[in-house]
């Protein structure tokens, strides 16, 4: 798979119903996943959106999620820019290269889904999410 770059947008419990209507919008293939499924099936956030990946035959990419208890929601600045894909060494280049001289809120790490993930915001002020996608081998 080749290395993606789509908006990321994070929604306060009504990722479900927007991520349906971008898919009435703009077509596509829709896949849900909530955080029950993903390990957490006893938290509060259980039936929440975990990650929403929505891909249009026109080639759009957006992913989203709701945002979990006790993290901030923040409706204008819920929007990030996630760089996914399975080619290691390049994500892990780019991740170096954004993380410099920002701020790291997640570091670039296994996860409970099985994925490297991080997070930062550059020394510009732009939010930036890296999953590597582990081999299904």
Known sequence: ??????????????AR???????????????????????AADSPDADKV???LLETPSGFTLMASD???????NPGDNI???????DAA????????LADGGTVSVPLEK???GDEFGACVDR????WMVNIAQSQA
């Open 1 to 14: 798979m080749a290395s993606r770059l789509n908006p990321y947008i994070s929604f306060d419990g009504t």
């Open 17 to 39: 119903q927007a991520m349906e209507f971008y898919k009435d919008v703009f077509g596509g293939t829709l896949t849900l996943n909530t955080f029950g499924e993903f390990g």
């Open 50 to 52: 975990m990650h929403a």
């Open 67 to 73: 945002t979990p208890q006790g993290m901030e929601y």
């Open 80 to 86: 990030q820019v996630s760089l996914s894909g399975d």
């Open 90 to 97: 390049e994500l892990r280049g780019h991740w170096e290269k």
């Open 111 to 113: 996860q409970m889904w």
């Open 124 to 127: 510009f002020g732009v939010p």
